[in-house]
């Protein structure tokens, strides 16, 4: 079935250091990828989206190029900030229906 | 604005007893989800429904229900609650299906605790 693996936190950074989390998929047909944020004591919310191959998503300096040949979605910011501390959700949105399959999320502290 | 809002926000019960968690959006989204969310596990789907009278089983369905009478809700029924189902669980919804590719709005969380 469709799955999605995304690297094991916590990952703690420096302010402005450069930031990756890795995320990888497995799916049939051609999902569209998404990153969610989910802040603390909040509900999750949409980061940034690519719905075909070689699409870039990008939201707030966060960057994720989807690569339908690694099958990744790896997520990028060139200099992190102590307001992007949070856990981030990789996730992927079957092609038939509207099920969206989040991988276990990755928690990210910045520290000043 | 729209948007989606869950209630109660912070719940204590005890074994056994039937708890139901609120959810309303006012998107007028046809799709509506149940989410909980562990440690370790991620989040993982309970139960959705694509419109007014369909339910769906999620991978974690098991003694949980809902129903959907209309749009704008969808609640979720613990029949007997468990220590296991100490969790916090979202809401989303989301747009027609049909080809787009529509985002999942999520609610603020209720934080249960079954003891």
Redesign the interface.
Known sequence: GNSVTQMEGPVTLSEEAFLTINCTYTATGYP?L?W?VQYP??????LL?A?KADDKGSNKGFEATYRKETTSFHLEKGSVQVSDSAVY?CAL?EAA????I????TRLHILP | DAEITQSPRHKITETGRQVTLACHQTWNHN?M?WYRQDL????R?IH?S?GVQDTNK?EVSDGYSVSRSNTEDLPLTLESAASSQTSVY?C?S?GL?GGS?????????TRLLVL
């Open positions: 569209s998404f969610y004591g909040e509900g999750l919310q949409l989206k719905t959700f949105r229906g509207d099920k969206i989040f991988g276990k999320g | 799709n989800f370790g596990h991620g989040l789907l959705y694509y999620g979202f989303a989301s299906a590719q529509e985002t999942q709005y999520f609610g603020p969380g």
